[in-house]
């Protein structure tokens, strides 16, 4: 089986970032199939644009822009690329650097699909800064990534101690109708919890606010769709479920520190 050395991914490579310990990859997904084969370091596999199946022993992915999966070190998996324009961007992790901040990430084991909004906007976050050509790229990309890795961790923790069935049946329904013009009663009713209930402990879960959480997926979601390339910023707001495009470009900037026009033109920057 193929064993994939640092920084080393399958297709034409745009641009690699070495840091102490952390290695930055943006790619361009080429090979229509990509066999078995495992990469010696635990890495982020976010996808930019485009589309990418990909299969471990347990599960297979269909993965689009906007998608997120974390691999531990040494496991094996396959893709397969469809049709057209895919790029993704890795994010790879020596143990050593993970050793100096005696984080432990052999809980995660195997191959993880990752669905929590926080982690994805971070994510996007080091994405950016790679591409800033910033003095203090090496600082910022660390203090991010050791957010990501406790967020990751405290939500593989969450699954393990059973959080309650109503927090993964809201996450759920939220994922799938943040665009609608959901209400607090209309929740409560769905998931049979009292509102004051689902509104004082919602935060406990999710660490922060009902109405917050669902701002984040819009952007997140907004953040995909500006990959695509085919709708304006004002179909983009209406789909996500913004009341305008001025509303949803003071969220996207909130939660962002860019606004939309200004991602765009980063995530389309020529390749280098």
Known sequence: MKHSQRGEFYGETNKTICLEGITLTDTVYTLPKVDWHYHENAYFTFILQGNVIE??????????????????????????????????FHLEIEKKWLDTISLDIDNLEGSLKISNPDIKLLMYKVFRTSKCHEINTEFTT?????EILSKLQNSNQNNIHKNPKWVKMIDDLLHEQFAENLSLDYLSKTLDIHPVHLSRNFSKYFDC???EYVRKLKVEKALSLIALQKQSFTEIAHQCGFSDQSHFIRCFKEIND??????KKILLQKLM
């Not at 299969?55 to 049709?83: R, T, V």
């Not at 860019?258 to 991602?263: G, I, L, M, Q, R």
């Open 142 to 146: 660390q203090t991010l990534l050791f």
């Open 55 to 88: 299969g471990n022993k347990k599960e297979i992915y269909n993965c689009s822009a906007g998608d997120l999966l974390f691999h531990n070190w040494q496991e094996a998996h396959y893709n397969i690329k469809p049709d057209g324009f895919t790029r993704g």
């Open 209 to 211: 606010n009902l109405s």
């Open 258 to 263: 860019v606004n939309p026009s200004e991602y």
